[in-house]
Nanobody
Framework: QVQLLESGGGLVQAGGSLRLSCVAS????????MGWYRQAPGKQRELVAT???????YYADSVKGRFTISRDNVKNTVYLQMDSLTFEDTAVYYC?????????????WGQGTQVTVSS
């Protein structure tokens, strides 16, 4: 079993910054892609950013230039640095990891961390 533990959410004023962390623990052979998704009230969950094991990154258009995703493969941790936050960034942020067990790949989600941006 694999657990994803997120941290770093909270309340911040518009224009401010937050840094989210997500660490994967448990029994697995490796981690492929890791990423962050978010879900605002009344909306579907949407992709924010992803990073491959080779450190190739992808960003949603809405966060390009403001958010930076990174990962530490030794620590099995993915980070999301969020700058210039706006009210529209308010959401529950979820960490996702594609984890290898032997030859099978499984998808795991964290429990979510609330980010609230006050205008």
């Amino acid at each position: 079993q694999v657990q994803l533990l997120e941290s770093g959410g909270g309340l911040v004023q518009a224009g401010g910054s937050l840094r989210l962390s997500c660490v994967a623990s448990g029994s697995f052979d490796g981690i492929n892609d890791m990423g962050w998704y978010r879900q605002a009230p009344g909306k579907q969950r949407e992709l924010v950013a992803t990073v491959t094991s080779g450190l190739t990154t992808y960003y949603a258009d809405s966060v390009k230039g403001r958010f930076t995703i990174s990962r530490d493969n030794v620590k099995n941790t993915v980070y999301l640095q969020m700058d210039s936050l706006t009210f529209e960034d308010t959401a529950v942020y979820y960490c996702k990891a594609d984890v290898w067990h032997h030859v099978f790949k499984y998808v795991y989600w964290g429990q979510g961390t609330q980010v609230t941006v006050s205008s």
